[in-house]
Structure formats: structure tokens, C-alpha cells
């Protein structure tokens, strides 16, 4: 299915990222945690190839490219999608007219409770110069906002023992500059693609702590600052090799992360009871090479095969001290200085086979080794070998409609940074890090139906189930005496679901439409502690999203509602639960000339504030618990005002 540049034209987009934001029956995906390329990439194409990029955002390559240069949009579905490296059943491609220059930018302010409007920003150019395609942009984002709280503390009989109000005013920061080129080099296409990005985040907690009765007991002062920087660096060429078309890819990433919290608790009086301070650094890398042959067997079949090899990298390092009396004394974690090196190999096979004009069959079969090295606070090596097919069938149907069958078998992502670990100053607790932190592994199922019941109707149904082995959740980790909670792997487990997008105009109103994409999913594994039956932690069962929007002349207006159920925390002594506030976004539109559109937008948390509640068990979620904490935040509203154009 595709739709041409002028099916757009009454939203009057200004990039390409604005006309797949209107795409019916698509929602961009920018990508799982999965191992490697594959999975990591999101759902959209350009001109027929995959973005050669992980650190930049398929809204950030979106965005770059100037919706006079859209010619069309492709939804491109079963069969079509074979040999893909995500692995995704439906993608989105846009195709680009040839072009000579032309930019794109947008820039304004957001206003929130401190008193202060924040400037945002970025702009893109994109342009030729003879048989070489180029883009550039570059963008920044800043917010000051407050977010304050009350805790209140309860006994186990629910009796109120003292409460703590928190002041948690924050700015952030973050600078961006990418860009890309393709040309024909060697008998072939080479792209490439660059970023550099950096952020900073900065807060004044300030924590009141009272009795039941009101009284000031003492309070926390916890000034905290973090910092990220990252360089990418990606090539993707392709030529033809007789019958076979070779496609590599080489992708290059490093990034920096550093925090820096002190934590000092003041008594009633105003004096000095102790201080609590701790520096991170985290340097980490990643460098994946992939290579690709394919060609066609006749009309009705295509493979694909190649390799893929990459080194994931992770130096941590943590200093923490703790002051009594004015003496300062060094605080050591276990597993918090660190060197971790992951050498991973790939190989991958893909068949596809029109069998006729309605049915369409795809098998992948694809195999993995990888060795983790642990250096430092943990010395030990581990050997990781996985096997990863996956069948897909496909029926077409009427003019436009497609259901799909799928089962495969799924690789979760390692975050190096559950090997590490690092005391939360906030949540007064050890985060550990677990070096026998394995991937979490599933056979997954899937039925699926693109529907068209009409013009511009859009109807997409995904009926999931997910067998889990290794459920990734948290355990106790250290010695007998001094355990703390860390990630790692509970069993077997379970997740199942329905995922839903529509997308339909309102006839009885003109340029109006709506939009819906929800997920309800349940989880289940059995507690390794309690052996009682419960969800994985930090499981979101539900989450919805639903807009309205009507485009006329020269103004556009409309609506975003956005909600999601509460997450649960299972640890040895604590369950934490939170639950982010709804939010209503309304904005206002108006085109001022055909370079010109100006954009207003306020954000409502509809007067819900974000929970957070912690429950405190003695020895462990075996007792009946000893404790409470229930947190509410009221993040309030905050207002953006943009004038985006074209140059």
C-alpha cells in the first residue's frame, strides 16, 4: 500500500516525520532490545535501506528530511519485509523525489512552574552536490521544572508515624548535531551516517522530614548532576556481486556517562549528622560489523545469508565516601568497578516464497556465541550460545487486507549496566550488579491482521504469547549477611496480549480524525522467594494512547491523551509500585504563509499526581509488612510554543 505526497497535503507537514505521524495503520517503532543490529533498528526505511544507526532516533532521521522531498510513503507488509535485519512484519518506506536544497527548522520555548521559558530548537538541510546526497541538522532541548512531593509514613497497622516533603527542582539539557551522505563509490552505494550528542541533568532535592505529630526531625539535602556524551559513526554499502546483491554495514558507538550525588542529613538543630558522597563514570562501546548476501530464485523465492560479528564494551568506576564526626571514610560496593568485553558472532539464513498471489511463506534461521570477560571487583568469563529460528505466514485478502501467523524465538538485550553496581542515594538502597546475569530467552507467538475497511480506515490487531526461559527480574545477590537486590534470572515465565492501532476519519466532521494504539498484556512467573504466582517486575500491563485532530484551511487543533498502568518492583525486603500521571495534550495550530506554522502546546497530568508507594518487610516478603512509604508528586502543566518553517 502507498500513499503519495498529496494524500498529506491538508496536514500540511513539514517533514517526513510529520507525514508518518499520519500514516494510517502504522506506529513507529524505534527498535527493541534486542542483540546486535537486528531488532535495534525500528521499523522505517528510506529510499529502500535501512538508517546505518543505533544512537540516532528514526524521529531525528525523520525529521532531517523536508516533506516537499516525500514523493510517497509505503506500507510494506509480510512477504515484503522478508530478509529485513529487524525482523519486523510491517515497515514503513519513504520515498524521496530528487532534490537540490532545501531546509527545515523549528524553533521556540517551553514554560513550566520555575518562572522561566527554556529555549528549543533545530533545524535540517538537506541538498546535493553533483551525483552526492547530503543532510545535516541539529537540535537542542531544555526544560526547568519543579516537581514536588509528600511522603507519608505508616506503621504496619496503617497508623500514620511521620511524613517527608520533598522539593525537587531540575533543569536539563541536551545539544545534538547529525548528518548523513550516500553517493555511488566502487561500483556500488556507499551512506554515511554521524552523531554527537551530549546532555546534563541537575537537581536540588531537598528532603523535611516530620513526626506524626509535625515536628521537624531532620532533613536531606541530595544535589544531583549527571552527564551523557556519545559519538556514532555508521557506513552501509552495498553492490552487486553477479546474481547476489552484498549489503555491509560497520557501526562504530562510544559513549561517556558521569554522576555526581552528595547526600548530607542535617539535624533539627541545623547540624551535620553525616554525608554521603558518590562519583560515577561509566566509559562504554560498540562496534558491529554485518555482512549480507541476497538475490533472487525466479519471481517467487529470495535468500538471504551472512555474518555478523561485534565488541561490546563497558569500564565502570565508582569513589563513594561516607563523613561521621568529620572523619571521612571510604564506602566500597561489590561489583562496582568494573571491565566487561563481549566478543558476539552471528550467522543468519532467510528464505522467502511467494507461493502465490494470496500466500507467502518466510523462515530465518539464525545462530549466535558470544564470551563476556569480567575484570576488576569480578573476574570470571562466560560463554553464551543461542539458536534463533522463526517461521512467518502470510494470506492476503480483498483489496488491502492481510492476516499474519509468526512464531520465532527471541534473544533479550544485555544492559552492562545491570553487571554494575551503585547505591541510590533517593531510595537509601544498594542497586546491585550481577555478573551471572544471563539473557532473558522466549518462543514467541503471534497472529496478526492488517485491516482496511474503508477510505483512510485503518484497523491493526496483534494477538501475542511469549514462553519466557531466564525471566529477567530481580534476586538477591552477596553474601548471606549483606544481601542487596540486583538484576538476574527468576525461570520460566509468561507474557501474553492484544496490541491495537486504528486510525479513522470523521466524516461528519470535516478534516477530522482519530486515533487509537493500546496494549493490554498480562505477565506471569512464579515468585522464587514466596513461590507464589505474580508479574515479572517492572511489568506494564497496560498502556494507551488516543488522539483527535482536525486540519482545516490554515489552522489544525487537536488533542492527545496518553495513560499507562502502574509498575511493580518485587525485591527481598521491599515491593515498590509507581504509576505515572495521565496526560492530556492539547495544541493549536496555524499556517502563516507556506513557509511559516506556528504551534502551540500545553501538557496537562489532569490534576493526577505520579505514586509512589513502598511497602517494607522484615526479614524478607515473607513476613507481613513492617512499614510504608506512599509518595505523590504533582508534576504540574507546562506550555511549548513553536514556529517551525522551511528555508
Not at 465 to 492: K, Q
Request: charged share 25%; glycine share 10%; aromatic share 10%.
Amino acid at each position: 500500500m502507498s500513499y503519495d505526497a498529496d494524500w498529506y497535503r491538508s496536514f500540511a507537514p513539514r517533514t517526513a516525520l510529520d507525514m508518518v505521524r499520519q500514516t494510517p495503520g502504522f506506529t513507529l517503532d524505534e527498535g527493541e532490545a534486542r542483540r546486535g543490529l537486528s531488532g535495534a533498528v525500528g521499523n522505517v526505511l528510506v529510499d529502500g535501506r535501512r538508517p546505518s544507526a543505533k544512537e540516532q532516533t528514526l524521529e531525528e532521521i525523520l525529521q532531517r528530511i523536508p516533506a516537499a522531498q516525500v514523493q510517497s510513503i509505503q506500507i510494506l507488509r509480510g512477504a515484503q519485509t522478508a530478509g529485513d535485519a529487524s525482523g519486523q512484519s510491517v515497515l514503513l518506506n519513504v520515498v524521496r523525489t530528487p532534490f537540490t536544497g532545501q531546509g527545515v527548522g523549528s524553533v521556540g520555548f517551553e514554560y513550566a512552574q520555575q518562572d522561566r521559558a527554556m529555549p528549543n530548537g533545530w533545524m535540517a538541510w538537506s541538498g546535493r552536490v553533483h551525483a552526492m546526497d547530503y543532510a545535516v541538522g541539529a537540535s537542542t532541548y531544555s526544560l526547568r521544572r519543579e516537581l514536588p512531593g509528600t511522603r507519608r509514613l505508616e506503621d504496619a497497622a496503617g497508623d500514620s508515624i511521620g511524613t517527608r516533603r520533598d522539593s525537587s527542582p531540575r533543569d536539563f539539557g541536551e545539544y545534538t548535531v547529525n548528518g548523513e551522505s550516500s553517493f555511488e563509490s566502487g561500483a556500488g552505494h556507499l551512506r554515511l551516517t554521524g552523531q554527537a550528542h551530549y546532555e546534563r541533568y541537575h537537581e536540588d532535592s531537598l528532603i523535611e522530614n516530620y513526626d506524626a505529630g509535625g515536628a521537624l526531625t531532620g532533613s536531606d539535602f541530595n544535589p544531583y548532576t549527571e552527564s551523557r556524551r556519545s559519538a556514532e559513526f555508521g557506513g552501509h554499502f552495498d553492490r552487486a556481486v553477479g546474481d547476489w546483491n552484498l549489503a555491509s554495514v560497520l557501526l562504530l558507538t562510544r559513549r561517556r556517562f558521569a554522576s555526581d550525588v552528595t547526600s548530607t542529613h542535617e539535624n533539627p538543630a541545623g547540624g551535620v549528622d553525616f554525608a554521603y558522597a558518590q562519583q560515577l563514570q561509566q566509559d562504554s562501546g560498540e562496534s558491529i560489523l554485518r555482512g549480507a548476501l541476497s538475490r533472487d530464485l525466479g519471481k517467487d523465492q529470495r535468500v538471504e545469508l551472512g555474518l555478523e560479528a561485534a565488541l561490546n564494551t563497558l569500564d565502570a568506576a565508582q569513589a563513594a565516601t561516607v563523613e561521621y564526626g568529620g572523619v571521612v571514610y571510604p564506602y566500597a560496593l561489590d561489583n562496582a568497578n568494573v571491565l566487561i568485553e563481549e566478543q558476539r558472532a552471528e550467522a543468519f539464513f532467510n528464505h522467502t516464497w511467494r507461493i502465490d498471489e494470496r500466500w507467502s511463506f518466510d523462515w530465518r534461521l539464525a545462530g549466535e556465541f558470544s564470551r563476556l570477560d569480567f575484570s576488576g571487583d569480578s573476574n570470571q568469563r562466560v560463554e553464551l550460545a543461542y539458536a534463533k529460528p522463526s517461521v512467518q505466514l502470510t494470506r492476503s485478502f480483498g483489496k488491502s487486507n492481510q492476516v499474519r501467523a509468526r512464531v520465532f524465538r527471541d534473544v533479550g538485550q544485555l544492559d552492562f549496566t545491570d553487571f554494575v553496581s551503585s547505591l541510590s542515594v533517593s531510595d537509601e538502597r544498594v542497586d546491585g550488579g550481577n555478573p551471572d546475569l544471563r539473557p532473558q530467552t522466549s518462543w514467541d507467538a503471534e497472529l496478526a491482521a492488517d485491516l482496511r475497511p474503508g477510505a483512510d480506515v485503518a484497523l491493526t490487531l496483534v494477538l501475542f504469547h511469549r514462553w519466557l526461559s531466564d525471566t529477567a527480574d530481580l534476586v538477591p545477590v552477596g553474601p548471606p549477611d549483606g544481601l542487596v537486590d540486583a538484576p538476574g534470572n527468576i525461570g520460566d515465565g509468561r507474557v501474553y496480549g492484544i496490541h491495537v492501532t486504528a486510525r479513522a476519519p470523521l466524516k461528519f466532521l470535516r478534516g477530522a480524525s482519530l486515533t487509537f494504539d493500546g496494549t493490554r498484556q498480562e505477565s506471569r512467573v512464579d515468585d522464587p522467594l514466596t513461590g507464589e504466582t505474580r508479574d515479572i517486575s517492572e511489568f506494564q500491563g497496560w498502556q494507551i494512547a488516543a488522539g483527535f485532530r482536525q486540519d482545516l484551511s490554515r489552522i489544525a487543533w487537536g488533542l492527545n491523551y496518553k495513560q499507562a498502568s502502574g509498575i511493580t518492583s518485587y525485591l527481598l525486603k521491599e515491593v515498590d509500585y509507581s504509576r505515572a500521571s495521565p496526560s492530556l495534550d492539547t495544541f493549536f495550530e496555524l499556517s502563516m504563509g507556506r513557509s511559516l506554522r506556528l504551534r502551540l502546546a500545553a501538557v496537562s497530568l489532569l490534576g493526577q499526581p505520579e505514586l509512589r508507594d513502598r511497602l517494607f518487610y522484615e526479614p524478607d516478603r515473607r513476613a507481613v509488612p513492617s512499614h510504608a512509604e506512599l509518595g505523590r508528586r504533582d508534576p504540574g502543566t507546562w506550555y511549548q510554543l513553536m514556529v517551525s518553517g522551511s528555508f
